[in-house]
């Protein structure tokens, strides 16, 4: 974490609410994203991420030892969807581990346009990258986008997914990208570039 995300925390965790807005403008964009990947409800999405704020404005001292804010603002985001679906499945009579299914990592269409490649082929691009990563599974997926849209560590990861340590995260990284290796070498060579393309 940089010196000046450091700051706007302390002067949250002192009470400066102009501070917490500024977190929340600062993070709502990548938390949308990351969130949308695993949920395609709109306002499932929209509700898990006000309570994610909600409960920093009651609670601030949960930042007080906050070595990664992203990371942590992800696995808050991700455990409060969860928590959402597990409430709906109970209501189903589905149950907690079908709570975990639900969140199938999913690449979201084109949004955002790219100046320094032209539009055609930046679609033509982002179509390819994005049937490339779908033959990968969900959890797969999921670990790449951590690992290489938002530069998480493997440690981070393999607690996002549930895992038991970061050599796990980091052997399910592995296998992922030699699966996308052997679909498509030159495809694969420039994904950590351009996967920001589909997301």
Known sequence: MDNRELN???????????AYSLLYREHI???????????????????????VFYKLLSNPAALKDVQNLKYFLFKSLKNRLIDILKSEMRQSQSGEAAAYEQID?????????????EEEERLELSR??????????????????????YDM????I???????????ARNLVSRALE???KEDLELLIILPYTIN???
């Open 197 to 199: 393309l589909i997301i």
């Open 128 to 149: 390819k990258i994005k049937s490339l990563l779908n033959l990968l599974t969900p959890r797969q997926r999921e670990a790449v986008c951590l690992r290489y849209i």
């Open 105 to 117: 990592f999913t690449i979201n269409d084109v949004t955002v346009l790219d100046s320094l490649i």
């Open 153 to 156: 560590e493997y440690d981070e």
């Open 29 to 51: 964009q990548e938390l949308f994203s990351y969130g949308k990947a695993l949920t395609g409800n709109d306002e499932r999405l929209k509700d898990a991420i006000q309570d």
């Open 179 to 181: 699966h996308l290796r």
């Open 8 to 18: 706007i925390i302390n002067r949250f965790l002192h009470g400066d609410h102009e």
């Open 158 to 168: 393999a607690d996002l997914l549930n895992m038991s340590n970061s050599k796990s």
